[in-house]
């Protein structure tokens, strides 16, 4: 998959571009990457992106010929249906949903705003705006960054172990399960102003769920439906009428609303 962005501050995205599981696709060529300095298409002498707003008010516009000439030059450089799309805090708010529909896509074009905003005319080149949260950022470089790497995770090739990627929260309209590692036990220093000798709740919180150690893999499995739901049914109870559950997860879910939230996440003890 390829992706083109476009920003005025390339060193930024290309700084995070280089780490962890989207530097590594893109060391091995299954994610091709390119930032684009937007300043490398305007045609003055100071690389002049922004201008005063008709109309008056505060901040500055973006000028809409570079972005013209960038999103032309990007077009004639790959021939073939690219996606664009619009870094926007008015767009449709970015879910995991979408980042599959855009994982379809063979190339995406992102564009970074800067200021406040682009001129409406270059909404003309966009074929979707996406928000990442309703709340506004100086730049559209954190929002390109969230949806390479959100699309990127469900590129094949990308992520070593694909299951982890169908198991995560969201995937199916469940929020992931809970994850230990070793040691088995974990003795945490009392916190200030705790009885360093009380058994207390962190206690148990720090003892990994015996299940987890238990060798048993069917118990193991549904242990982890069971706390998927659990956490979903207590944290985020609303994406479960969306959720795609199997008849074991029906089940499950069926028992803990019977059993109301007393005790849901607490499968373990
Ligand atoms: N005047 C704009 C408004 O009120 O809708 C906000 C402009 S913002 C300061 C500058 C740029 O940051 C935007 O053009 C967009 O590219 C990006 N941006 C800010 N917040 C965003 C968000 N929540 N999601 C996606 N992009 C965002």
Redesign the pocket.
Request: some cysteine; proline content about 7%.
């Given at each position: 998959m390829t992706f083109d962005i476009v920003t005025i501050f390339p060193a930024m995205v290309e700084a995070a571009l280089a780490a962890g599981v989207v530097g590594r696709a893109i060391g091995r060529g299954t994610l091709a990457v390119t930032v684009h300095d937007l300043r490398g298409f305007t045609a003055d002498r100071h690389h002049v992106v922004d201008d005063v707003p008709y109309g008056g008010g505060p901040?500055m516009v973006?000028k809409p010929e570079p972005w013209f000439r960038a999103l032309d030059s990007i077009a004639a450089a790959r021939p073939g249906r690219c996606h664009v799309v619009?870094?926007?805090?008015?767009?449709r708010p970015?879910t995991q949903a979408m980042a599959g529909e855009l994982s379809r896509h063979e190339h995406l074009v992102l564009?970074?705003?800067?200021?406040?905003?682009?001129d409406e005319r270059v909404r003309t080149r966009i074929d979707e705006e996406?928000?990442?949260?309703?709340?506004?950022?100086?730049?559209?470089e954190?929002?390109a960054l969230v949806m390479v790497d959100a699309v990127a995770r469900l590129i094949p090739g990308v992520v070593g172990d694909e299951q982890s990627v169908i198991d995560e929260s969201f995937s199916r309209g469940l929020l992931d399960f809970p994850h230990y590692t070793r040691p088995a036990t974990l003795t945490a220093p009392a916190r200030p102003g705790e009885d360093a000798g009380r058994e207390s709740d962190t206690d148990a919180a720090l003892t990994v769920p015996a299940v987890l150690l238990s060798g048993n893999h069917a118990a193991i499995r549904r242990w982890r439906k069971r706390e998927a739901i659990a956490r979903t049914l207590r944290r985020r109870p609303e994406l479960l009428a969306a959720a795609a559950l199997d008849d074991e997860e029906r089940e499950i879910l069926r028992e803990l609303v019977a059993q109301g939230s007393k005790g849901v996440e607490d499968g373990r003890h």
């Open positions: 901040g973006m619009l870094t926007s805090p008015q767009g970015f564009v970074c705003g800067r200021y406040e905003g682009i996406v928000s990442i949260g309703d709340y506004v950022l100086s730049g559209g954190l929002p």
